[in-house]
């Protein structure tokens, strides 16, 4: 199984432009546990990328363990369930909707 760090790489590869146009905005991940991490993700002219740390003023935070960040990505957890239960914090939930569907996330 992939670590909660390379499913997150994996979306950068993953991402179309093409579902949210002229896009740019900046989320960070933390992901606690010991194959998390934190991750900025930038997306911005039509790209996706991601890099380790945290940098820039993000619109969306994303805060989880590696392991509930692993089974919400690998669809061993449902997402809404995670968030309701307190598992996954959202910062800002329509940010996030709006790129699940370019991030592959849906």
Known sequence: MQTAKELLKNVEGQYDPSKV???DTVFHFMLSGEKGGNFTVVV???ACK???GLSGE???IVK???EVFEQVMT?????TMAV???KLKISNIGEMMK???PFGLM
């Open 44 to 46: 911005k002219d039509e």
């Open 99 to 101: 790129f699940a569907k």
């Open 50 to 52: 991601i890099t380790e």
């Open 84 to 86: 309701m239960g307190g």
């Open 64 to 66: 989880s363990t590696d």
């Open 58 to 60: 993000a619109k969306c």
């Open 21 to 23: 146009p002229d896009a």
């Open 75 to 79: 669809g061993k957890m449902n997402p």
